[in-house]
């Protein structure tokens, strides 16, 4: 409706057409509406042009009705009438009227709805007018403003002028009499249009420097977001990092809590059967020296007691050591500790392998060695199953009071398939095996032709080997006190086996056996 409505519509007072005429250029317009377009300074003569098209049109042309689109306007008001009464309710209220309409104050046989107000002549101007205002020479210089009901709210309250100055010092517009004899006198005017282009221009930048300072904080915001996000995935990343490292710390106490535990059962166990051993050893004494039963069963009862109590410590001295350096000492060589056994295919004929092959010794019935044979002789050795090629690797030997042994790693390199007198001269300590030596009392480190007495201050009653192969690094240490004794630089690509050797037992006096030190279910 309402598309259809703009066509009924002239388009200079921009209301339904009033007794319309069609120019020759084919537009229509309201007849009053035309007439006043055409009202110039020219002469009666012309020219006469279409406001819309603005072609020239002939001297006097013939303006006659359209009485078609005339009977179309009539139609289509009285249907809008008829639906707009239909649809406002009987009663309305002082909320829904529209607001007054502005009238033209020189079309008075058919009022028309003004657009202007022109304030020198304090009258409201339809479309026609206010055209006509603009194209006479005389109102040229009039002032036109939107339409108001008010024009003297826009004009000087105290002397009814208009308001073409700005008062640059109270910041008001005024009038010229209120610069010449009002309350503005002397202050510092400017033209109202050139006052309104500096307001505008200082407004304008204004507004250019606060959507600058807007994308600033936009970017800023946008930073500040960022840098949030960036915040928080750092702060997951730690927070699982840290996780995640006290998880592992958490495992390796974990383990080595067991370790420990296991190290202790397995300490008592070993103990328990040196202690049975030496029982044996002692009732057979008995028998001997009967009248020394007595005290010697207690010094013995008492120097091992104190003996296993002094390991019972230093397991906890391990402990608590553990607790104030654990990052410095993990992972520690008891991370590494592993439980080889005795091959019996390697043993020399003249050695002794027990049922669990954990204990090598000199077997106990009597040998015919001659007067060269000498205790510390390389060849009687035993080797482990187990040979190392990479990685790390620990294991420890208990010796006890045993006074002659040596223990060590080698090659292995002889064939199997010698026979045993063949091969075991072979095994002698050489360029490829690196051991520590002990006899009575004394400790030698010996490589090859090489051999270097070690300085030791608490005897070693078990012996821990570590060998680290990457670093060719090959290290015997006293197993209860965790002191290092000697420490090897081994180059070799062989694998390496363990390597035990009880020496010789000569009257009885080294009969006791090399332990191999295990943990069950290690």
Sequence with gaps: MEAIGDTLKCPVCQDFFTEPVKLQCGHDFCLTCIQAVWETDVSPEGPFFCPECQILLPTDPTLEINTDLQTKVKDFTTKGKSAASESQPTAPTSATKSPPTVCCDHCIERPSVAVKTCLTCDASLC???????????????????????????????????????????DKVPVCCLCVLVGVHKHHKVSQLHEASADIKSTLEATMNHLLKRRGEAEHAIKDLEALYSQTVESAADYRE???????????????????????????????????????????????????????????????????????????????????????????????????????????????????DIKQVYWRRQPVDEGPSLQPYDSQYSVLAKESFTSGQHYWEVIVQDKPFWMIGVTTGSVSKKDSPTERWPGLAVNSTSWCIYHGDGQYVACNDTQEKQLSVAKRVKKLGILINIQKGELSFYNADAMALLHCFCVECTEPLYPMFNPCIDINGANRQPLTLYWIKDL
């Design 127 to 169: 479309q026609a007018h206010a055209l006509l205002h603009q194209q006479r020479s005389v109102l040229r210089e009039h002032t036109l403003v939107e339409v108001t009901k008010d024009p003297l709210s826009l004009k000087c309250r105290e002397h009814r002028d208009e308001l073409k100055l700005f008062c640059l010092e």
């Design 241 to 355: 990092r840290l996780s995640d490292k006290y998880s592992r710390i958490r495992v390796v106490l974990d383990a080595d809590e067991r370790l420990m535990m296991q190290i202790i059962d397995a300490e008592e166990t070993y103990m328990t059967e040196w202690l049975e051993a030496q029982r044996g050893i002692i009732e057979y004494q008995i028998k001997e020296i009967d009248g020394l039963r007595a005290s010697n069963k207690t010094l013995l009862q008492e120097k091992n007691d104190l003996h296993f109590l002094q390991k019972l410590r230093t397991v906890e001295r391990l402990v608590d050591d553990l607790s104030l350096a654990l990052s410095q000492h993990f992972p520690r060589m008891w991370s590494y500790l592993c439980s080889p056994v005795l091959d019996c295919k390697t043993a020399h004929p003249k050695l002794e392998i027990s049922q």
